[in-house]
């Protein structure tokens, strides 16, 4: 009952209006997908070195340089060790200068014969830099028993209310109420119904031990 009633709550938000996809977050969503590319050329540890930001977090699990747990691995070609991702949702600051992106991601280690692509999850907040381009901050993931399902293409994360200036100070903090208990609920179902699922910071896009995500 429990996790019929997390995937209603889930499949509520994405089935949603869809929202104008702001210039911003579309901006962002194409360096992810610049990403996901670059890592088809340069391998996980190169492109994730690359699209990183210097100052970037990652999860041990107390936080500590992602760059630098990057550089104490190896670097292998994407002919052995693959990972594939898209973004499916996310959003922007109103400022432009912050935001997070999440969708499926798959990991196939060629180097075993036996292996099978191993369905991911990811979520990675994303930040601009002073020369305006888009850099990953942080980076977590799940490895799902299976693959996760989202709407078709990309949208805009259908937040029921969004605080803009032009709130006075009790409309803002009873949308960041609502923002609250809607995250809450979203969380909780989520946790609720992926008991079976493997959660780590450290793991980010694809299993744990091969790089951040």
């Known amino acids: 009952m429990k996790s019929i009633v997390a995937t209603a709550i889930v499949s509520a938000v994405f089935m949603a209006p ?29 492109s994730f070195l690359e699209y990183f930001a210097d100052d970037a977090v990652a999860f041990n699990p107390a ?21 594939r991702w898209e973004p499916r949702t996310g959003d922007v600051a109103a400022s432009g200068e912050l935001g997070w992106l999440t969708g499926p991601s798959t990991f196939t ?35 799902p028993p299976g ?15 969004r605080y803009v200036a032009s709130e006075s100070q009790d409309q803002a903090s009873k949308s960041q109420t609502q923002r609250h208990r809607m995250a809450s609920s979203i969380g909780s179902a989520i946790i609720t119904s992926s008991s079976a699922w493997s959660f780590s ?13």
């Not at 340089?65 to 693959?82: C, I, T, V, W």
């Not at 078709?152 to 029921?160: L, M, T, Y």
């Not at 910071?201 to 995500?213: E, K, L, M, N, Y």
Request: charged content about 25%.
């Open 18 to 46: 869809q929202a104008e996809v702001p210039a911003a977050l579309q901006t962002m969503a194409d360096t992810e997908r610049a990403f996901a590319e670059a890592c088809t050329r340069k391998g996980i540890r190169d």
């Open 147 to 161: 693959p996760v399902t989202f709407a078709p293409g990309f949208i805009r994360f259908a937040f029921p209310s």
């Open 109 to 143: 280690d060629h180097t075993d014969a036996n292996a099978r692509p191993q369905a991911g999850n990811y979520l990675s907040v994303w930040r601009r830099q002073p020369n305006g381009e888009w850099r990953v901050f942080i980076d977590i993931g799940s490895q």
């Open 63 to 83: 936080p500590i340089s992602a760059k630098e747990r990057l550089r104490s691995r190896p670097a292998r070609p994407f002919g052995e060790a693959e990972l």
């Open 201 to 213: 910071s450290a793991a980010g896009r694809f299993p744990a031990g091969t790089c951040s995500r």
